[in-house]
């Protein structure tokens, strides 16, 4: 703390620690319990009600083994990082270019496209009619592209990258525009730099968002050599449901202890490396960003 | 788009000659002998055998029976095998798309509507044209029974696929199981009525303090109604769901007054602490109990399945329960001497079948291949699997090996089954099974669940038309949802019993008649076949 | 005409919007004739444009359900309850960090806040059941206090409060990044000049603060009151029993179990539909409202 602080001042943020720091306990209280569970003996973590503080049991690698074993893991990691990194590079240009356009006041009828867009948040035409469009018109049907392209923009995510556009003060690209710049550059060279913070969200939820995407995957993608890690690994999740209705009692056979345990792990596994992309996000979202630019 | 345009197309074209098509000659074909001179290759859509990746199976074709298969045909098949869990998305779209693959399995169970719809569609060929040639060794398979014969015809008399056949017959598969060292240590004998059933749990209750003596799944019954079969009502969830056939006639149990009674009986028991208190937010509980119930002390009989009952005390029953012993025992009775009439019955005709598309080119190989399996020698590779290697013949019946039944890479015997064996459209030998089951799973399945088995109430296989389905799931959405619900409240006490002929006046309200009325008819027309 | 002089006013902004026209025309726009699917019992084989019109058939069959008014009830319960709560707690929690100076502690908690959102639903609901069964942890608590012993998930009185404070826990986290990002935008000499004037600190987060992130407020509530009436079916089925449907079954629901008793396209076509209309109704309005008392408006 700096100078004085009025007492009020310090007791609010007293408060304002305690009940964070509270926060925080009840947000990691889940994650450890699924990273303590994942490393739990398995029929001991059946039995067991309540929050998993430490693993029950000896440490145990069976659920990680499991999980680990499926022959198509690798695939499914290296196809869930080229999904991740080139969706997100063709939604993020998509994105900025529309945000971009609808943001500038310059254009009469922005108002118009702005309906145009959002009209397609409310309605869309359901699964089978986008199918037969992604496998006929643009014959995208088990290809790579298929995963990413028809779901490349979020109108959502436009949205909000346009009003985060909208911030930046018309001064400055009338400015550019006098010095002979094209909307190109302005775009990329003044807009996308000032808005870094609300580009590293969009970013961020793009990324989740296709590190999760499964449903794309299964619709349109024949080859199991292209199938994500997410769709691999609901497949284990599956095998451990005996839920599945049956005709016959040998279909009915992988009852197995380590239900529970793979169902930790598989969530371990399929989610620790798109959490650590956070920090690298969290970075942008420093303070003052405005003021450099503006000044230089 | 063009292929829409295209089907709407060929659709007009088709309208004029319906039924053209079915009375392909059926003399004059030549005769197809495996292996083929020349390879040949069939794509063919069909659910994932096991997702069990310790296993290494991707693809049907990892199968060591499948190759053999291949090399026995010189039919190469290239499977299109759905994600596990989006196994029905895929088959609609599938559908919806018009690509279909030469042959396509499972399509029974996904073909929404029923197989009439699927051959009216012009998504599967009939193949009544092929009895007599190229499917002869089916139809022989299937022409044992009368009964057979006629729940392999559709209501339109096409022959739509190659079906399972249960070869032989099977017997029950689930039923009740009870805690023989509870009863044991209580000095009571096994229970034959529901009274008897009230005393043990009882007791049960009363030594164990456990949460759920009977532990019933969500619904308040089980997926076969074995607990309710002694009432002579199916539980909701059950297959049915509600619907049974009291010799031709059919009834919508929820209204029965059969369910009252088995419901009132709940509720008391439920009340006396019998039943698991959050027996009706456990929804992981539909087929068998979850593992804190009965692994942990907490439940004293639940339904079962009986290859599972010799395992249970290893399938992680906690060091409390580790010596439990859980034995089969015969479903409740009102009286004793008493039949059952709802329990886990096989049709011999399994819902599994194998189907021809229409977009296949080769029809005639097609059905020449899928009736492979309907020939024992065939039946056996793929159900038992290279002789010498994972059977031996012992008097003439084929025996497991090691490489089954003790499988060195420690593999268990059903999946060691799954890892190296497949199985064929046309004989279903379902029992090869019975080798790995334990004393226990031989007497539930062969003697104690059969002994007090009635006339079953259990539906055939009907197909609605597709305007009565249509109309049949807006009446039952709605009213499912109501007995559902109202069967909880009866059960937990929160709607009085005294109200019950106030339910029975909604649900007729809600035109629950008209709903029966289009089961009576597909179960007419199916007796009429 | 207007509209060319305006691409001939503008021709790099349109090139630039161009191809994201054509993204939304080919993949939003042209599957929308699928929409007919509502008003005819579609079968594959007669396709969207072979299939038989029933007209508002399916729409009568919805409406006249006896369930029909408390579907409606229980959606528009668990959405607005859920604006409620959980939109402005996103708010403060944000508003919370951005006043802690300890920068280690600031990205701890934010970093912890977010990782509840990677928990798959499953675990999540499975949690919250254990937790709340007449023997879970959160039930022995509320007994410790001198509650009733019972299973609280279960009991229809209950059941929004689990279902908005698990939402709440398992969002509010990601939901805040956004106002994280919004409030390092801030220009920082308008706080120096807020406090050369002697502006306290709740001046400052009342002038400037606020306004600062309004935009972005007004923006996400407006998308927000487009989705009021989509309240997923996946959480609602694994949370809820059959003693719970009074308070818990929402239209979702009731057409995902209406889904697996037969796969009827048309009539979920047709609640989508019933629901889109609804949502525009509600999305068009507020934006409206809010060009008309704030600057701020989507179009």
């Known amino acids: 703390m700096k100078i004085k ?13 305690i009940l964070l720091a509270v926060f925080g306990l009840l947000f990691i209280t889940p994650v450890w319990h699924v990273v303590m569970a994942s490393f739990s003996d398995a029929a001991k973590l059946t039995s067991h009600t309540g929050i998993v503080w430490w693993p029950l049991g000896n440490i145990n690698l069976g659920g990680y083994q499991i999980v680990l074993s499926s022959p198509s893991i690798l695939t499914g990691y290296a196809n869930t990082a080229f999904y991740v990194i080139v969706g997100t590079s063709i939604s993020m240009l998509l994105t900025i270019m529309g945000a971009y356009a609808l943001s500038r ?5 922005r108002n118009v496209f702005m309906l145009f867009i959002s009209f397609t948040m409310l309605f869309n035409g359901g699964m089978i009619p986008t199918y037969m469009v992604v496998k006929d018109v643009v014959h995208l049907y088990d290809t790579r592209w298929a995963v990413i392209i028809p779901t490349a923009i979020s109108v959502f995510n436009l949205i909000i990258l346009r009003t985060g556009f909208q911030q930046v003060p018309e001064s400055l690209i009338e400015s550019a525009k006098l010095d002979g710049a ?11 730099p000032l808005s870094k913070a609300t580009i590293a969200v969009i970013v961020l939820y793009y990324a989740v968002g296709l590190w999760n995407s499964w449903f794309q995957a299964m619709i349109y993608l024949k080859g199991r050599d292209k199938y994500p890690l997410q769709l691999i690994l609901r497949e284990i999740l599956l095998l451990n449901d005996t839920g599945v209705m049956t005709t016959s009692a040998d279909a009915v056979k992988n009852v197995q202890l380590e239900r529970k345990l793979v169902k930790y792990c598989t969530i371990i596994v399929s989610t620790l490396p798109i959490m650590c992309f956070y920090p690298f996000i969290q970075k942008y979202f420093t303070k003052g960003v405005m003021i450099g630019a503006v000044k230089g | ?19 053209c098509i079915v009375s ?3 003399e004059d074909k030549p005769e197809i002998t495996f292996p083929l001179a020349e390879p040949i290759t069939l794509t063919a859509w069909r659910v994932s055998a096991t997702s069990d990746p310790k296993l290494g199976i991707t693809t049907y074709n990892d199968i060591e029976a499948v190759q053999a298969w291949e090399k026995a045909t010189n039919v190469h098949i290239e499977w299109q095998i759905p994600p596990s869990g989006q196994e029905q998305e895929n088959f609609n779209l599938m559908v919806a798309s018009g690509d279909y693959p030469d042959l396509i399995f499972d399509v029974a169970q996904y073909y929404v509507g029923g197989l009439d719809k699927a051959i009216s569609d012009d998504v599967i060929i009939p193949l009544n044209g092929y009895m007599d040639n190229y499917l002869k ?13 006629k729940d392999c015809k559709t209501d339109e008399g096409n022959f739509p696929a190659v079906y399972f056949i249960n070869t032989p017959d099977q017997g029950p598969w689930y039923g009740m199981v009870i805690r023989q060292d509870w009863l044991d240590e209580c000095g009571l004998a096994a229970p034959v009525t529901y009274d008897d059933w009230h005393t043990v749990l009882k007791a049960f209750k009363e030594k164990y303090n456990c949460k759920a003596p009977l532990a019933l799944n969500f619904r308040g019954g089980d997926v076969f109604s074995v607990f309710a079969g002694g009432y002579g009502v199916s539980v909701l969830g059950a297959s049915g769901n509600g619907f049974i056939n009291v010799n031709g006639t059919v009834k919508y149990s929820p209204i029965e007054e059969g369910y009252k009674e088995y419901i009132t009986m709940l509720h008391d028991w439920y009340a006396e602490g019998l039943l698991d208190p959050d027996y009706y937010s ?5 087929y068998l109990p979850t593992d804190d119930l009965w692994a942990t002390g907490n439940a004293g009989a639940w339904p079962d399945i009986y290859s599972l009952i010799d395992m249970r005390p290893y399938m992680g029953a906690d060091d409390n329960n580790k010596d439990m012993n859980v034995v089969p025992i015969p479903a409740p009775v009102k009286e004793a001497g008493g039949k059952v009439n709802l329990y886990q019955y096989n049709f011999t005709r399994g819902t599994n079948a194998a189907a021809i598309s229409t977009a296949c080119k080769n029809p005639d190989i097609a059905a020449a291949y899928l009736n492979l399996g309907s020939k024992q020698e065939y039946a056996w590779l793929a159900y038992y699997g290279t002789e010498g290697d994972t059977y031996t013949l012992v008097d003439g019946k084929p025996v497991f090996t090691d490489k089954i039944l003790h499988n060195p890479d420690g593999l268990s015997a059903n999946d060691a089954m799954t890892k190296f064996m497949f199985r064929s459209a046309g004989m279903y030998i379902w029992d090869r099974e019975l080798q790995t089951a334990g004393p226990k799973a031989l007497s539930a399945i062969n003697d104690i669940w059969p002994s007090n088995q009635g006339d079953v109430y259990q539906l055939p296989n009907i197909t609605m038309t597709s305007d009565e389905a249509n109309r049949y799931s807006v009446l039952m959405g709605d009213i499912n949802t109501y007995v559902e619900e109202n069967t909880t409240k009866f059960i937990l006490g929160t709607r009085d019993l005294s109200e019950w002929d106030d339910y029975v006046n909604t649900i007729r309200g809600m035109k629950v008649e008209e709903a029966i009325g289009y089961q009576q008819a597909a179960l007419d027309r199916f007796n009429g076949r | 005409m207007k509209f060319i002089n305006d691409i001939k006013k503008n021709p790099g902004l349109y090139l630039i919007l161009l191809p994201v026209l054509i993204w939304f025309i080919i993949f939003a726009y042209t599957p929308m004739f699928g929409l007919v699917m509502a008003f005819e019992n579609y079968t594959p084989k007669g396709g969207f444009f072979g299939s038989k019109f029933v007209g508002f058939k399916h729409f009568a069959d919805f409406f006249s359900s006896v369930f029909f008014g408390r579907l409606m009830r229980n959606t528009i319960m668990i959405s607005v309850l859920n604006l409620i709560f959980s939109f402005p707690a996103a708010i403060i929690f944000a508003l919370m960090l951005n006043e802690v100076k300890n920068k280690a502690f600031k990205k701890t908690i934010q970093t912890v806040s977010y990782l509840p959102y990677f928990i798959s639903l499953v675990i999540v609901c499975g949690l919250v059941a254990t937790f709340t069964a007449s023997d879970g942890a959160i039930t022995d608590l509320i007994v410790g206090l001198g509650g009733k012993r019972q299973n609280y998930l279960g009991q229809p009185q209950y059941f929004r409060t689990i279902y908005i404070l698990s939402d709440m826990w398992q969002g509010i986290g990601f939901s805040s990044i956004i106002y ?8 920082q000499e308008l706080y120096e000049a807020a406090s050369l004037d002697g502006a306290g600190h709740i001046q400052k987060l009342i002038h400037v603060t606020l306004p600062g992130i309004s935009t972005t407020i007004i923006t996400l509530l407006i998308l927000r009151m487009g989705t009021l009436f989509a309240v997923g079916y996946e959480k609602i089925i694994l949370l809820y029993s059959t003693n719970t449907y009074e308070t818990a079954d929402v239209i979702s629901s009731y057409v995902y179990r209406k889904g697996l008793q037969e796969f009827n396209y048309s009539y979920s076509a047709a609640v989508g539909l019933f629901n889109s209309v609804i949502n525009t109704v509600l999305l068009v309005a507020s934006n409206k409202l809010s060009k008309k008392f704030t600057e701020t408006s989507l179009f």
């Open chain 1, 105 to 109: 006041k310059t254009m009469r009828y």
């Open chain 2, 137 to 149: 060794d089916y139809n022989a398979l299937i022409s044992q029974s009368d009964n057979v014969y």
């Open chain 2, 282 to 286: 456990n929804t992981s509980f539909v």
């Open chain 1, 5 to 17: 602080e009025s007492p009020s001042r310090v007791a609010f943020l007293i408060i304002n620690y």
């Open chain 2, 1 to 19: 788009m063009r292929k829409l345009l295209a089907l709407v197309l060929a659709l007009a074209l088709c309208a004029g000659c319906m039924g």
């Open chain 1, 182 to 192: 094209s909307e190109w550059t302005i775009m990329f060279r003044i807009i996308v």
């Open chain 2, 24 to 26: 392909a000659s059926a």
């Open chain 3, 180 to 187: 994280l990002a919004a409030l390092s935008g801030i220009d």
